[in-house]
């Protein structure tokens, strides 16, 4: 099974501030990576799929990068909605999750 | 509009064999390549990926739950059924289930819609 590894766990950070969450696949999953926000009590929502397209709807202050083994989710400046859990996905082979980030407010 | 709702208990005892339905409108399951899964929260802890059934009934488990899971559709319902034997208080967990759409170039596709979450609380 591809296990995937989330960096930091925790993120502390301002409205405005530039972040950067990283994410590592066991072996290479090619492109085949998602990146989901979770807010308290509420479902994950689907901001990236195949490493860097956006999905419809969300807004372009989040970008992902990445192939291979090592991705990285970056939010160009941080809104007060954006406070929330992420979580990377493969899915080239079946799924695993992250172990998650929350980014919270300094 | 796509919706889906998980539905079952809010409480099961150790070693009693959970059922949950999702039940989905806004598109079918016997369109080509359509897939629904099953993922799992426990509080506080990630996301884990349970089970997918895809629009040609082929199924797919969690290799370290494989065993426990069974995942089914009624596709007349718009239903997909997922059970989990011998449940146990680690299975406490808030259950989603999701849509994987199909992709025109048949490449994989990750999960785009998702239900509010079931919480399921595992104590005798």
Known sequence: DIQMTQSPSTLSASVGDRVTISCRASQSISSWLAWYQQKPGKAPKLLIYKASTLESGVPSRFSGSGSGTEFTLTISSLQPDDFAAYYCQQYSSLYTFGQGTKLEIK | ?124
């Open chain 2, 1 to 124: 509009q796509v919706t889906l709702r998980e539905a079952g208990p809010a409480l099961v005892k150790p070693t009693q064999t959970l059922t949950l339905t999702c039940t989905f409108s806004g598109f079918s399951l016997s369109t080509r390549a359509m897939c629904v899964s099953w993922v799992r929260q426990p509080p506080g802890k990630a996301l884990e990926w349970l089970a997918r059934i895809d629009w040609d009934d082929d199924k797919y488990y969690n290799t370290s739950l494989k065993t426990r899971l069974t995942i089914s559709k009624d596709t007349s319902k718009n239903q997909v059924v997922l059970t989990m034997s011998n449940m146990a208080p680690v299975d406490t967990a808030t259950y989603y289930c999701a849509r994987i759409p199909p992709d025109r170039y048949g490449n994989s596709r990750p999960f785009d819609y998702w239900g509010q979450g079931a919480l399921v609380t595992v104590s005798s």
